[in-house]
Structures are given as structure tokens and as C-alpha cells.
């Protein structure tokens, strides 16, 4: 499984142990859980910044627990993830943030990713929170959560094919 932005989502949900709808994208066109009615105490904002490849791809033999082995091509890459809390707990979840590589349910979350939390800055940082025009709140941000993991491409047993996109080459 890649850590991704759908991915990330289910994985937040879990650590923080809320419903999921209330771990939303960090966009401004998404569920507004300020809204009136919304009941929402605490929510989280994320965003991916970036999944950068650390090693050049390699092939490997991976094993899934009762299955024969099977050829993969892996790449190591390193994820910069933005989060952001809102609510009255906000600045006690931002802190919260800096104990994660010592929690065992973390642990196991990024493992469904082939992943770590790395040990980095994870500097809590209050902001204005606007959105839609409703009355600022103040903000808890995370701006950079690094993860490591490894992105796992299955090969059917055969290396992967050159991309063909009909065009010719002159030698």
C-alpha cells in the first residue's frame, strides 16, 4: 500500500482516534467542519508536500505472509506532511505530535505503509484559522512530519517493460 493522500487519511483517523470525516484534506473547497451544526470539537487538516524518492528503484523478492515469493521493484521515499488542528484540544494534539515515534499504534498505522515516523522537528506553531469567512480561531500547526517508507510495485515476475510512446529513435 503507497502513503498517500487517501491513505494518510484512514492512518490519521486511527492514531487520533476520531471518525474519519473529521480528518480532512487541507483545501479550502472540502467539508467545513466549523460550519453551524457541524458539532465538530476537534478536527485535523493534512497535506502531503511531497513523497520523495531517497534510493534509485531496485528490484527485490518480496514474500506476503502464505504466498509464494515474488518479484517487486521497491523505492525508499520520504514524505514531508503538514498538519493542522483546530478546536479547543488543538494545542495539546499538535504537541502530541512530537511523542508519536514513541507510540506503539503509530507504529503499526505506518506499517501498513511500510513506514516510520523519522525523528525530526516536530515544532508546534499556532496560526489564524479562516475559512469561509466565519470568525478566525486559532490554529495548530505541524509543518513538516517526516515518514519514511517504501513504495512496493509488484512485477508479475518479469522486469518492467520500457515505455513505448510511438515515437523513433535515430542512431
Known amino acids: 500500500m503507497q502513503l498517500n493522500q487517501t491513505t494518510l487519511r484512514g492512518i490519521l483517523a486511527e492514531i487520533l482516534s476520531v471518525d474519519e470525516k ?3 484534506p487541507k483545501q479550502g473547497n472540502w467539508w467545513n467542519p466549523q460550519q453551524p451544526g ?3 470539537a476537534n478536527w485535523c487538516a493534512y497535506r502531503i508536500k ?3 524518492p531517497r534510493t534509485a528503484p531496485s528490484y527485490t523478492e518480496t514474500t506476503e505472509e502464505g504466498q509464494k515469493a515474488e518479484n517487486s521493484v521497491c523505492v ?3 514524505a514531508s506532511i503538514e498538519l493542522q488542528f483546530v478546536g479547543p484540544a488543538s494545542e ?3 504537541q502530541s505530535v512530537a511523542m508519536w ?3 506503539g499504534d503509530v ?3 505506518f506499517q501498513k505503509v511500510h513506514g516510520s515516523v523519522m525523528y525530526e522537528d516536530y515544532t508546534a506553531i499556532p496560526s489564524d484559522f479562516y475559512q469561509e469567512g466565519d470568525n478566525t480561531v486559532l490554529a495548530w500547526n505541524v509543518p513538516d512530519l517526516k515518514v519514511l517508507w517504501y513504495d512496493l510495485l509488484a512485477t508479475n515476475k518479469q522486469p518492467l517493460k520500457t515505455i513505448d510512446i510511438g515515437g523513433q529513435i535515430n542512431v
Open 38 to 40: 457541524a458539532n465538530v
Open 92 to 94: 495539546q494534539l499538535a
Open 76 to 78: 525508499m521515499k520520504l
Open 22 to 24: 473529521y480528518i480532512v
Open 50 to 52: 511531497s513523497n520523495r
Open 101 to 103: 515515534p514513541l507510540r
Open 107 to 109: 507504529r503499526e498505522e
